[in-house]
Each structure stands twice: as structure tokens, then as C-alpha cells.
């Protein structure tokens, strides 16, 4: 079954309003996903491996792992912080009596 009748068609009574948030909210994940995965491989690659040849060295497969390591802890980091903002945003009233 395709996406748009998963959407639009045999919901089985489920909101299509629902349904399209979710899909929508997927395809936003794994769009960062691949951002993510992006930034990751230039940063590192260009940090690791100032010399590209048919394979890694010792060393560079280790820097590599090292800076994947640290920039996946550091993006973990960010994002609760940004997402636990958003939270707190959302329950907290308008401030400047609007």
C-alpha cells in the first residue's frame, strides 16, 4: 500500500490530519538523520584523514571513530537541550500580557 493510502484511503476511521503530521514528522527525522550524517563525515574526514588513499590508516580509522564519537555526544546534547526549550516554551504562558 502506498503512502498516499496509507494517508488519504483505508485509514480505518484514523484523522488523516494525524496521519499527515506523522508522516511529515518522519520524513523530518530523516532528513536530520542525514544531515547529521553529513556534517559528521566532512567534519571528521577532513579532520582524520588530510591525505586520502586507498585505505585507513590505524591512526585515522581511530581518529575517525574518536570525532564520530564526540560529535554524535555533542549533537545528542544540543538536541535535548533545544527539545526540553521547546517544552518548556510550550507549557509556560505568554509573557507581555498578550
Do not use: H
Request: hydrophobic share 30%; aromatic share 6%; proline share 4%.
Amino acid at each position: 500500500m502506498s503512502s498516499i493510502s496509507n494517508v488519504f484511503g483505508s485509514g480505518g476511521g484514523s484523522d488523516p490530519k494525524a496521519a499527515v503530521m506523522q508522516q511529515i514528522q518522519q520524513e523530518s527525522n530523516v532528513n536530520n538523520a542525514r544531515q547529521l550524517i553529513e556534517k559528521l563525515n566532512e567534519a571528521c574526514f577532513e579532520r582524520c584523514v588530510p591525505k586520502p588513499g586507498s585505505s585507513l590508516s590505524s591512526s585515522e580509522s581511530t581518529c575517525i571513530s574518536q570525532c564520530m564519537e564526540k560529535y554524535m555526544a555533542a549533537w545528542n546534547t544540543v538536541s535535548r537541550q533545544y527539545i526540553g526549550r521547546l517544552q518548556r516554551e510550550g507549557e509556560s504562558p505568554a509573557i507581555g500580557g498578550v
